[in-house]
């Protein structure tokens, strides 16, 4: 997937005289998630720590982006989006298995783990639990295909080196 991003998005910021940048490579990473509140005019991040998009929910993820030398013609600043989180009981939160969004933010270590027991097969089969019970956009949720693969590489990825397809 890193490669198809980097060869698709690399051709069209010639096209355009663009510099294209990636969210993996790192670290150190370049911001995206700072990048795409600004361009998305997104306000907070769900619960679970990613991004949350009033239409397309937690079905979203960033291949790449562009640094324009000029704003394009139509170009307009975005609008603050709703919150979508807000009025919601949350069931993101109580639905993780292994309980792996607390206070202390993301323990991705114990995802991994539950990811890599027989008990994890849910996750790995259908995709994360927590990120599933999410009630916005339910139809947008990936295939399963696209699901497996990314639950895959997330998996066996190494702590350092899982900046590139697992981030779906
Ligand atoms: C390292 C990394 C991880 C690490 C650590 C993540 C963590 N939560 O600590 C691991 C491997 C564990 C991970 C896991 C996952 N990741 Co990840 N990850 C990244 C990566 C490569 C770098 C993040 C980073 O350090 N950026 C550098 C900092 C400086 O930039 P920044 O994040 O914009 O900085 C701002 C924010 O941190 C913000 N901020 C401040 N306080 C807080 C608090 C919270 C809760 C948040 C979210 C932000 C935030 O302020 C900063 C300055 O403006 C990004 C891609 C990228 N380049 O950003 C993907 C990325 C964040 N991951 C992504 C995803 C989808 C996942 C997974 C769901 C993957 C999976 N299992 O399938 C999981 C679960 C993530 C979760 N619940 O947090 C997506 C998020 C898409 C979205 N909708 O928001 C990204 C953007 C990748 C992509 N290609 O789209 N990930």
């Keep these: 997937m890193d490669r198809w991003s980097k060869r698709t998005i690399d051709a069209l910021a010639a096209d355009l005289g663009a510099i294209a940048f990636y969210p993996f490579g790192g670290p150190p990473y370049r911001p995206f998630l700072a990048w795409a509140r600004r361009a998305e005019g997104l306000r907070s991040p769900s619960p679970l720590g990613m991004?949350?998009?009033?239409?397309?929910g937690l079905w979203h993820a960033y291949r790449g982006a562009m640094a324009l030398p000029y704003v394009p013609d139509g170009w307009e600043a975005p609008t603050a989006a709703p919150i979508p989180c807000n009025g919601c009981a949350r069931p993101c939160l109580q639905t993780c298995p292994v309980r792996a969004f607390g206070a202390d933010g993301y323990n991705a270590a114990a995802c991994r783990r539950h990811l890599a027991s027989p008990a994890g097969q849910a996750c790995m089969e259908g995709g994360c639990l927590a990120r599933r019970a999410c009630?916005?956009?339910?139809?947008?949720?990936?295939?399963?295909?696209?699901?497996q693969f990314?639950?895959?590489?997330?998996?066996d990825a190494g702590a350092a080196a899982t900046a590139g397809s697992a981030g779906t």
């Design 135 to 147: 009630p916005v956009a339910p139809h947008l949720s990936y295939a399963a295909a696209q699901t």
């Design 51 to 56: 991004l949350i998009h009033p239409q397309h």
């Design 150 to 155: 990314h639950m895959q590489a997330f998996r």
